[in-house]
């Protein structure tokens, strides 16, 4: 059963509008795309094959903070691979336009795995309860009852993150050290204009999504996760 949801789960995703209207906002150097480049690039996308990024079938879009500066905030678009029942990967652009920018990867597990992590281990992972209840992480262009479907499914999911390129602090190329980010987890973390900005140009209302989602079984937050400042003492 739980495969056929899976399965099901696929299709809808796929059939999903991704949406192309958020821009990367640096500009890496270099020089335009030679046509020699582009002529390899193309030869290179009609003879190759790519399992591992066709197997890409969810777009999430949310938000993270830096652990250990919670001002340090920005959008994230996920674009996610369902592994298996317990465990998704994500590479994580800083927008959704041909240009965007790869910030990072996000692992995700579900509670069972979690549970099961070393102590020491947790700490690097935060909890997607609030911002699935929030509202604040959505599945652009899928229908309500597919998004409802996958939220009911992510909520109680746990998340570790790094970020290789920080755009939002306008650095043109990923220089300096991976940054390892946090989900908010209650209200008045999130800058609200980063919030009406996404509404805005997903034609989302935040709010009516947290009322829709106040069904969802949510449970309470596992020990050890949300673990941000411990992590950034130790550091």
Request: some cysteine; overall charge neutral; aromatic content about 8%.
């Amino acid at each position: 059963m739980r495969n056929l949801i899976l399965s099901g789960f696929t299709v809808l995703l796929l059939s999903g509008c991704g949406a192309n209207n958020s821009a990367s906002p640096v500009n890496a150097p270099g020089a335009p795309v030679a046509g020699k480049t582009a002529l390899l690039e193309s030869g290179a996308a009609a003879l190759q094959s790519r399992p591992p990024i066709d197997a890409i079938n969810t777009y999430l879009d949310g938000f993270h903070y830096y652990c250990g500066d919670k001002q340090g905030q920005m959008e994230a678009h996920h674009y996610v691979t369902i592994l298996n029942d317990d465990v998704m990967q994500a590479v994580i652009f800083d927008g959704n336009k041909k240009d965007a920018k790869l910030m990072g990867v996000e692992y995700i597990i579900s509670e069972r795995l979690f549970k099961q992590l070393p102590a020491g281990e947790k700490k690097y992972w935060h909890s997607h309860r609030y911002e699935v209840k929030s509202g604040s992480l959505i599945a652009p262009g899928i229908p309500d009852a597919a998004e409802h479907a996958l939220m009911g499914k992510i909520v109680n999911t746990y998340g570790k993150t790094w970020h290789t390129w920080h755009t939002d602090r306008d650095k043109t190329l990923p220089l300096g050290e991976p940054a390892l980010m946090m989900g908010f987890t209650a209200d008045g973390q999130m800058n609200p204009a980063l919030l009406h900005d996404r509404d805005r140009r997903f034609g989302v209302d935040t709010q009516k999504i947290r009322a829709a989602r106040a069904d969802l079984d949510a449970h309470p937050v596992a020990a050890g996760a949300d673990n941000c400042q411990r992590v950034h003492q130790a550091h």
